[in-house]
Nanobody, 131 residues
Framework: QLQLVESGGGLVQPGGSLRLSCTAS????????IGWFRQAPGKEREGVSC????????HYADSVRGRFTVSKDSAKNTVYLQMNSLKPEDTAVYYC????????????????????????WGKGTLVTVSS
């Protein structure tokens, strides 16, 4: 019964920063992967930044690399997405997601590229970047 809850979204001006949080409960897998995805109006859901414990890799989409950073507080079972230098095109509903199982070969990139493989999704938090 893994549950994910996002928070931290809001309105921010271009160039500003936000930190999103994703807190998990019922997380029983020793090996895990967590992904941040976003969906803008009229667009497909896309992987933003995803981590796999199998190889310890964190993947960032080209559009956010260098601006977004993922971190984790294991004690709180919380994953953060630090978003800096925000652009209007970053406006979207942001979701965190996790699969029930991962293989020893699962990479962060694979997680981001296969949102259909995620079994648990948060409800999302809206990020609006506008002047």
């Amino acid at each position: 019964q893994l549950q994910l809850v996002e928070s931290g979204g809001g309105l921010v001006q271009p160039g500003g920063s936000l930190r999103l949080s994703c807190t998990a409960s019922g997380f029983t897998l020793d090996s895990y992967a967590i992904g941040w995805f976003r969906q803008a109006p009229g667009k497909e859901r896309e992987g933003v930044s995803c981590f796999s414990d199998s190889d310890g890799s964190t993947h960032y989409a080209d559009s956010v690399r260098g601006r977004f950073t993922v971190s984790k507080d294991s004690a709180k079972n919380t994953v953060y997405l630090q978003m800096n230098s925000l652009k209007p095109e970053d406006t979207a509903v942001y979701y965190c997601a996790a699969p029930r199982f991962i293989s020893s070969r699962t990479t962060g990139q694979a997680v981001c590229e296969n949102p259909a493989g995620m079994d648990y999704w948060g409800k999302g938090t809206l990020v609006t970047v506008s002047s």
